[in-house]
Structure formats: structure tokens, C-alpha cells
């Protein structure tokens, strides 16, 4: 088994119910879906150069990890709460890492919530749901890309029945209207809870952060966190923070 890591980094979490905690980002390589506006192209991509395993990051670049290799790797670093993002990090085995380096640390996965691990992938069991917090980062239209219903009432099913799972929408102001449309529509159909879901204004910089009374008013009126995203507003378009 191997696990492709784009690049790996202290950070604060930039995102979500987290955000502002001190992290080591985890980024797995390559993505099942192509969003137009995506802010990580260079995780789809199999064109690779050789790096070394002590600084897999670079454009377009990654590396091929062994569990062991990569459970070394992690402790190297004293940060001991990773973000495991991506790409699209359900399509590695996350449940086999997290139970290979024990109850010493925790997690929280980024996903765009197409898959379910446990039907998905082998040696990926049930209770592996319980290791991680789960950010669900559902995908439609503004993306261009289409849900996936099986999987989408798998992770509100389990938002029912486990305190760290949350749907995280991406929302561009231009779309400001069919977006809500489409996320009451999805929380109404699966019955998620209002303080399960967080909107975050799409956007690579610091500008595009600031100007946002629109999505704070749809926050308010629907009872929904507003999810800023820290790194943008500290660092603009950067990689590696």
C-alpha cells in the first residue's frame, strides 16, 4: 500500500470549526473531480519529478510514501492534529494511517464528500469514522461538477450519529443565488442540522476575503457558520502555510 503526498507542512487550520488551531497539513495527491474554480490544480496531475521524501512539495510534484515511511515522516514534526486535504484524501486509506499512529494524534479530513471509505476501500473499517473529524465540502454547479447522491446521504447519515462531521459549502458571490438554492435543498432532502454547515467564500486573495457582508447576512438568516478562510487573509495566494 502507498500513499501519494503532494506536500506536507506546519500551519494554522485555515478553514472550518478549527480554524486558527496550530496543524501539520497532510496533502494527498490527485483528485477525482476538476472543479473550475479549484485553488490546488497541482494535485491532479501525474507529471513528477523526483523530490526528496524530506520535502515532497512543488508544482506538480509528489511523492510515494509507504505507511511506514509515511508515519515516520509525520513524526518528525511536533504538530500532533493533522488536516489530511487534498485532492481528495478518501481516496487513500486514512482509517489504516490514523490507527497506525495511534490515539496520539487527531485528524480532520477535507473531502469533497463523492466516496465512502468503508465501501470504497479495502482494510477501511466502519469505526475508522470515529478517528477523524470530517469536513464535508460538497461540490455542484459553481464547480462544475455534479453531486453524487449515494455518497452525499451517506455523510449526512453520519453526521446524525457522530459530533465532528460538517458540510462545508463553497460560495461565489456571482452564484450567490442558485448556490442557496441547491445547499437548502440539500440540507431540507438529508435533514442536517443548521450548526452542521459552513459557508466560505470562494477566492485566492486577500481582497476577495475581505468583501463579504453578502455571505455573513445568508449566514444569518439561516442559522449557518461563516468559515473565513485564515491563510488567504494572512498570506494571499501562497502555497506551504
Known amino acids: 500500500m502507498s500513499f501519494l503526498i503532494n506536500e506536507i507542512y506546519p500551519c494554522l487550520q485555515g478553514e472550518g470549526v478549527n480554524t486558527g488551531s496550530p496543524s501539520l497539513l497532510v496533502r494527498f495527491h490527485i483528485c477525482n473531480l476538476r472543479c473550475t474554480w479549484c485553488d490546488t490544480p497541482y494535485t491532479h496531475t501525474f507529471k513528477s519529478d523526483p523530490v526528496d521524501k524530506k520535502n515532497p512539495s512543488g508544482k506538480q ?5 509507504s505507511l511506514a515511511e509515511l508515519v515516520k515522516r509525520l513524526k518528525e514534526f511536533p504538530q500532533k492534529h493533522l488536516i ?21 494524534y487527531s485528524a480532520e479530513v477535507e473531502s469533497n464528500g463523492t466516496r465512502i471509505p468503508h465501501k470504497q476501500i479495502p482494510n477501511f ?4 469514522y470515529n478517528l477523524m ?7 455542484f454547479s459553481n464547480a462544475g461538477e ?17 459530533a465532528h462531521v460538517y458540510f462545508k459549502f463553497v460560495i461565489r458571490k456571482d452564484y450567490l443565488n442558485a448556490d442557496m438554492q441547491e445547499i437548502i435543498s440539500i440540507i431540507n432532502q438529508h435533514k442536517i442540522s443548521a ?31 461563516y468559515a473565513p478562510r485564515l491563510h488567504v ?3 494571499g495566494n501562497l502555497r506551504g502555510v
Open 61 to 65: 510534484k509528489f511523492v510515494r510514501f
Open 146 to 162: 455534479n453531486l453524487v447522491p449515494e455518497a452525499l446521504a451517506h455523510w449526512a447519515e453520519l453526521a446524525k450519529n457522530h
Open 125 to 128: 473499517l466502519v469505526t475508522d
Open 233 to 235: 487573509l494572512l498570506f
Open 133 to 139: 473529524q470530517w469536513n464535508i465540502s460538497p461540490k
Open 84 to 104: 489530511l486535504s487534498g485532492g481528495e484524501p478518501t481516496l487513500h486509506n486514512l482509517g489504516l494511517l490514523m490507527r497506525t499512529l495511534g490515539d496520539e
Open 195 to 225: 450548526n452542521k454547515v459552513l459557508l466560505m467564500p470562494e477566492g485566492t486573495t486577500i481582497q476577495s476575503q475581505i468583501e463579504n457582508i453578502w455571505l455573513h447576512d445568508e449566514c444569518l438568516k439561516h442559522g449557518f457558520r
